[in-house]
């Protein structure tokens, strides 16, 4: 026993330094993030604004949706293949995710700007340019999404997140300024034109590096290709990350439909905001999930308590401490957006106040998806995102923004205290940041 919380304390140890390192990407791609939205929501206007934001956040979730769970999967897979020496099936689930993602993503791709072409009215006339161009970025940030799974599988965890969180967060404000100062019109469809070189550009450097590293390590051992294994176990995954994702931005999403483009756009802000404080949820996962699986493969029960334990009271510490510089913070950051925007700080707090609670609950996501529970997790995970949309649904025309704000924070923190209520009855494991 003592040996297993020896090793379990040196990874958690061990791993502290990474997470504080893609904790320090996150938060400087979310800086450059955050100056890209300032700037486009000065250069475009509220209205064009919350238009590329409502396109954007379609993107992502469809963008993330298109790798069907292998991108989260790679997580389990890819460190269960090198602890049991079977290099045959991770050639394979190197190849065939990596297809699969990037074929999914350009049929969903194709079908959406067909049935915008075909049918001119399906929205309205001021999304559909953008919508289209926002098409193109689709395969490549599926494929982008795919890539930093693998990464993070392999334990190369800032290459997993440096690219596409902070290359392409940088790009996309270095060209969205140069083409206004070239002459082009500071419009949606220019802001999504800008977004789809600068996917384009990061995911073309973080894969030349993958395949770089990758290669140096083949064999000659033949691909194995178990794709039933892998997409029965995905596919919960892809349930849990796009309900995930949902939750993220289901307010957005629902507010698009009930108020104008500028009170969306005021949310999308405050929202924007909250990224610092889920980046530390993020940093956490980016290096602990990949070692649940590893330790479970290894059958080290006592380590994995000890990870988690550590990395529970750890990530809550960092989320509190985020959340409160974040909403202090929150009048100037807001106002950097325009004056009008400062009246979204309540909503700032609200959206603090439920991933703090959530985060206290600790990380029973990626232990039930890790460990063989995913199935559970998609169940639980999906019910509580309808519970979201229609708890928004009936807040918002009573407290309008608040409304959203409210029903966020309370689904959120009700996902972390259920997630840990499961793990603890499918897994035996105490998740919460003060469990003993």
Known sequence: MAAGASLGEAEAGGGAGTALAVFGVRIAAAGCAFVAQVLMARL?????????????????????????????????????????????????????????????????????????WFVPGLVPGDYA???????????????????????????????????????????IMALMLAAVGFGAPAEAAIAVACTLAATALSLALQAAILMRRLWEERSSVRPLYPYRDWLRAALPMALIDLAGSGFNFVDVLVLGFLLPPAEVGAYFAATRLVQFVVFVQYAASSVTAQRFAEAQARGDRAG???????????????????????????????????????????????????????????????????LGAERACAAVTVGLLVAAILLTLALVPLLGLAGAALAAGLVTAGRGVVLAVLAYRRLGLLTPAFAR
Do not use: K
Request: aromatic letters at 10%.
């Open 44 to 116: 475009m206007g509220s209205e064009e604004y919350g238009i590329f934001a409502t396109i954007w956040v379609w993107t992502t979730l469809l963008g993330h949706a298109s790798t069907w769970g292998l991108s989260q999967a790679a997580c389990r897979f890819l460190p269960t293949y090198r602890a049991q020496g079977a290099a045959g099936p991770e050639r394979g689930f190197l190849a065939f995710g990596a297809l699969f993602s990037l074929a999914a993503a350009a049929c969903l791709a194709g079908l959406g700007a067909a049935l915008l």
């Open 129 to 171: 340019g953008p919508l289209l161009v926002a098409a193109l970025v689709l395969p490549l940030f599926a494929l982008q999404d795919f890539c930093e799974g693998v990464a993070r599988g392999r334990n190369w965890t800032l290459l997993a997140v440096a690219p596409p969180y902070l290359l392409r967060q940088g790009l």
């Open 304 to 370: 994995l308590e000890t990870l988690v334990r550590r990395w529970s009271r750890l990530t809550l510490l960092a989320t509190v401490t985020t959340g409160l510089a974040v909403v202090a913070a929150g009048p100037l950051l807001l106002g950097l957006f325009g004056p009008d925007f400062r009246a979204a700080l309540p909503l700032l707090a609200l959206l603090v106040a439920g991933h703090g609670l959530a985060a206290a609950c600790g990380p029973a996501e990626d232990l039930l998806t890790m």
